[in-house]
């Protein structure tokens, strides 16, 4: 079975544009998270879909992130204008919206705003 | 905010070793993950524990839930090379989880 599929694995862009990260979740899981990974911040919840909803996005840092989910079996987050500190590991995870709740993760693209 | 703090946050040991990581929270969860994470790759789950005091093994890994549910700890038995990685825990509320800093683990031959 195919797991979490992300792409580009990696973006290298100049600041103030606009960057596009995509996630296609585990077939059949009907969460999916967003996640932002940086050495000092460590690993962060930016947005959470539940059935293509959005269910908690308290952890978006600006309005220059929104997310979507137009199916259950694509996502994306989208950064516009991109900035320096914006620069990380985004990774995307699935689960089950079922107990117990395992996360699985992609292989994360790796941002560089210049 | 349910915050998870692990303990260490580096540790670089010899092959052959034991190790235990610790996680701890001051909140209750309805289970916790383990995952590893090794170098330009995402977490990848070792193990779940739902229920207060349960230990699961796996291989030389052994996982304990606390019996109120708010900490964890990873022991690594006889420690390989191989089990070089990031080491995190998460805890999980209603299918939203809350990540520990990690510990960085080196295992040298």
């Known amino acids: 079975d195919a797991g979490v599929i992300q792409s580009p694995r990696h973006e290298v862009t100049e600041m103030g544009q606009e960057v596009t990260l995509r996630c296609k979740p585990i077939?059949?899981?009907?969460?999916l998270f967003w996640y932002r990974q940086t050495m000092m911040r460590g690993l962060e919840l930016l947005i959470y879909?539940?059935?293509?909803?959005?269910?908690?996005d308290s952890g978006m840092p600006e309005d220059r992130f929104s997310a979507k989910m137009p199916n259950a079996s694509f996502s994306t987050l989208k950064i516009q204008p991109s900035e320096p500190r914006d620069s990380a590991v985004y990774f995307c995870?699935?689960?089950?919206?079922?107990?117990?709740?395992?996360?699985?993760f992609g292989p994360g693209t790796r941002l560089t705003v210049t | 905010t349910q915050l998870l703090e692990q303990s260490p946050q580096f540790l670089s040991i010899q092959e052959g070793e034991n190790l235990t990581v610790y996680c701890n929270s001051s909140?209750?969860?309805?289970?916790l993950q383990w995952y590893r994470q090794e170098p330009g790759e995402g977490p990848v789950l070792l193990v779940t524990?739902?229920?207060?005091?349960e230990v699961k093994k796996l291989k030389r890994l052994t996982f304990q839930f606390g019996d109120a549910r708010k900490d964890s700890s990873l022991h690594i038995t006889a420690a390989q090379p191989g089990d070089t990685g990031l080491y995190l825990c998460?805890?999980?509320?209603?299918?939203?989880?809350?990540f520990g800093s990690g510990t960085k683990l080196n295992v040298k031959p």
């Open positions: 995870a699935s689960s089950l919206a079922r107990g117990p709740y395992e996360q699985y």
């Open positions: 077939s059949g899981h009907n969460s």
């Open positions: 879909f539940n059935n293509n909803v959005p269910i908690d």
């Open positions: 909140s209750v969860f309805s289970s």
């Open positions: 524990v739902v229920t207060g005091g």
């Open positions: 998460a805890g999980e509320d209603f299918n939203k989880f809350y």
